[in-house]
């Protein structure tokens, strides 16, 4: 198996907890993995990426290449369009929040985001702030997000369930739970369209 | 043994630990910090007392190292790319003096300059000191590399140079460990002049460096670094240099590439297998993700030999990083697209955080100059750099770590009067004492105003050597006491900031501000970690 996966969003909402979450449930299966980042600009309000490849077999490159992303994950809308260079153009997800970040003045229309988004053949949107908010934080919009897109990872259930325990383990049973909680939820309420 | 989960970085560091490490120096740069803080956090590092406190710059970083090379024990120095220009004269000159414990120079490229003023190749230094060069292709290269490294330093007596670029140093892959070795006991060099390079003492250095040469490019013919795979296809013949030859196979189904490939790892790299190479393929493709530098050697100045594509002849683009396309286009392969980008995405640049000290201190800066003509702030490297983009576009240059103050200097020379400077506490205390004494010396009417928020601001908040020193050291160089204001960069001081700078831009001798405001990251972050102390020391 293969997954080549672009994670997107703005510094700060928890796209490399999403890559650390995937990354570990990729691990716990035996899977190879690379995973790139770009550091500096998490803080500062930037748009930031990971690229971030499973296989069964070993990886080369650390970068996707252009056209070969089965998937574009991303924690805000007009972020998942800045890679859709990147997506499959047969095959490939995008899977992203509908919730914009708006800290640039030239913000787009939201409905016009929206729209480019569905109208691309592949798509799975979510109002993971909502859905978030339902299981018990705001701040767990990503892991929302991130159960959005469970089916099309290829990795078991069982394996993120064991990478969140993990990985959330030193915040305390309530975080896990909560966390697991918002999982789930993302992964019932998806909106998926093609 | 199960793998760690390691940034190209962090396997360095593991690796150097593991290697016998006595001690790392280094000044904070993208995409070097990793390593050093790696060391900074590891259980092991602690246990085997690795020290690892950050330096004022890569200079001072480069020579501490040598001084415990000179002692006898392994030392590691990081440093990103342009931070090897503020080394060089230590780096050029520990080639001459030679390694005793091992050294060995870890420099991080930037292609594409993701958080870089340049892309300049360190390999370049590498040959400039004529030291062997390592440039590991992945994660666990970077761990094996970095032991070996140190091996090759003590087995030689010379300084070794490590090179990475962002894409492994910030990538995470599995690593195997191998056994941690103890660290070297203190011992002395059996010549004690040795590391004395009076011009007699460094003829003969130097002659000895020269005899070492071809010793370098032998073991780059065994390490099993550079590895050259005899293709069906003679067609062409492939070189690709570190990260590069994750980019060639990634184009070949089950990474089985048809053309003769020879991986280069390590320089000097062997004669004999380019010539081989070269023997047995019509035309040569040269893949480095950098500069152009083996592909200018192996052309030649006339290039009258076969033909060699690569960045200079535009079958790569010269600028910027390579990626799985680049290589396929540059191979004549089909190239995968995707959609295409709306037109409606807008850029989202970083800008500085909200509350961010900075903001204040440029608000004021930018009233108090608003009766001047603009163009006469010089700025340095730091989080304040970003006040050169909207909204606040505050700043006219930005060069190398401490040019503000020397470059205010130089354009107040000129009849720009006033010239103002913006530096940060950090980048003060890395290069901008010296500037600030030209300054005092050339009495200059230039303000100076130092950003202090108590930290390195924006490779991650690391300490910075001001530690809140700064006035201190500002009197010391000489700066009239009259004129050296400290004012708190907040809305509320506003009007009172403006005044004060006002008055140090009407005086015709050398001002400084220093505008202090702890970093809101650090200060979050340092808030957190004392709550959660707390919390603990409660139950």
Redesign the interface.
């Known amino acids: 198996m293969k997954k080549d996966i672009i994670l997107a969003g703005v510094g700060g909402q928890g796209i490399l907890t999403i890559a650390t979450v995937i990354g570990t449930a990729a691990l716990i299966e035996g899977l190879q993995l690379k995973q790139a980042e770009v550091h500096g600009m998490s803080q500062r309000g930037g748009d930031v990426q990971s690229h971030l490849r499973i296989s069964s077999n070993p990886i080369a490159s650390d970068l996707i290449p252009e056209g070969k992303a089965d998937l574009v994950i991303s924690v805000e809308p007009m972020e998942s369009l800045r890679y859709v260079n990147m997506l499959n153009k047969e095959t490939g997800w995008i899977i992203t929040s509908m919730n914009p970040f708006v800290n640039i003045p030239e913000y787009p229309d939201l409905e016009v985001i929206l729209n480019e988004i569905w109208n691309l053949p592949h798509n799975v949107t979510i109002d993971a702030e909502k859905v978030a908010k339902e299981q018990g934080s705001i701040k767990a919009a990503n892991i929302v997000v991130l159960g959005a897109a469970l089916p099309y990872l290829g990795i078991k259930p069982e394996s993120f369930e064991k990478a969140i325990e993990s990985i959330f383990a030193k915040k305390g049973d309530d975080m896990v739970k909560m966390n697991l909680k918002a999982l789930h939820a993302g992964r019932q309420l998806a909106d998926k369209r093609g | 043994m199960q793998?760690l989960?390691l940034l190209g970085d962090e396997a360095i560091a593991q690796g150097a630990i593991d290697a016998g490490l006595s001690g790392v120096y280094a000044y904070p740069g993208?995409?070097s910090?990793?390593i050093t803080e790696y060391i900074q956090a590891s259980a092991e590092a602690k246990e085997r007392h690795i020290r690892s406190n950050w330096s004022a710059n890569e200079k001072t970083a480069m020579e501490s190292a040598i001084g415990m090379s000179y002692a006898g024990k392994k030392a590691l120095v990081c440093m990103k790319h342009v931070g090897l220009n503020v080394a060089a004269d230590a780096f050029v000159n520990s080639a001459i003096t030679g390694a005793n414990g091992g050294l060995v120079i870890l420099s991080a490229d930037d292609p594409s300059m993701?958080?870089s003023q340049n892309e300049q190749d360190s390999r370049f230094y590498g040959k400039f000191a004529m030291i062997p060069v390592l440039e590991p292709s992945n994660q666990q290269e970077a761990y094996d590399m970095t032991r070996y490294a140190f091996t090759l330093s003590e087995k030689f007596g010379t300084p070794v140079l490590i090179r990475v670029t962002?894409?492994?140093a910030?990538?995470?892959?599995?690593v195997l460990r191998a056994e941690i070795l103890e660290q070297n006991d203190l011992s002395l060099p059996s010549n004690l002049k040795q590391f004395v390079l009076l011009p007699s003492i460094a003829r003969r250095q130097y002659n000895l460096l020269l005899g070492k040469q071809a010793q370098f490019e032998a073991d780059a013919a065994q390490s099993g670094f550079n590895t050259l795979i005899q293709g069906s296809d003679t067609t062409l013949g492939i070189i690709a240099c570190g990260?590069a030859y994750?980019?060639?196979?990634?184009?070949f189904e089950n990474?089985q590439v048809p053309f003769s490939v020879l991986k280069i790892g390590q320089y000097p790299v062997p004669h004999e297998l380019v010539e081989k190479l070269y023997d047995t393929s019509d035309e040569i493709l040269v893949l480095e993700d950098g500069y152009p530098v083996f592909e200018e050697l192996l052309k030649g100045y006339l290039n009258r030999g076969k033909k060699i594509m690569g960045r200079m002849d535009g079958t790569v683009p010269a600028a910027g990083e390579l990626?799985?396309?680049i290589v396929?286009k540059a191979i004549g392969l089909p190239?995968?697209?995707?959609?295409?980008?709306?037109k409606?995405?807008?850029?989202?640049?970083?800008?500085?955080?909200e509350g961010c000290s900075h903001t204040d201190s440029f608000l004021a800066l930018n009233e108090a100059l608003a009766r001047y003509s603009s163009g006469r702030v010089f700025s340095d490297i730091g989080?304040y750099t970003?006040s050169a983009l909207k909204p606040l576009e505050s700043i006219n240059s930005c060069v190398d770590m401490g040019a503000s103050i020397t470059m205010a200097v130089g354009a107040a020379d000129a009849g720009l009067v006033p010239a103002v400077a913006a530096i940060g506490d950090s980048t003060f205390t890395h290069s901008g004492m010296t500037g600030l004494l030209d300054a005092v010396n050339n009495n200059s009417p230039i303000l100076v105003l130092i950003l202090d928020n108590a930290t390195t601001g924006?490779?991650?908040g690391q300490d910075s050597s001001a530690h809140g020193r700064v006035d201190d050291i500002v009197k010391g160089l000489g700066v009239d006491e009259e004129h050296i204001r400290v004012i708190i960069p907040l809305r509320r001081n506003h009007e009172e900031n403006v005044k004060i700078m006002l008055e140090e831009l009407e005086y015709m001798g050398v001002s400084v501000i220093i505008a202090r405001r702890e970093c809101i990251?650090t200060l979050g972050r340092r808030m957190k970690l004392k709550a959660l102390q707390k919390k603990e020391a409660g139950n």
Do not use: D, W
């Open positions: 793998k989960l993208t995409p910090t990793e993701h958080s962002t894409r492994l910030h990538s995470r892959s599995g990260l994750n980019y060639l196979m990634e184009n990474h990626n799985p396309n396929a190239v995968s697209e995707g959609f295409q980008q709306p409606i995405l807008q850029g989202r640049p970083p800008s500085l955080c989080c970003l924006m490779t991650g990251q």
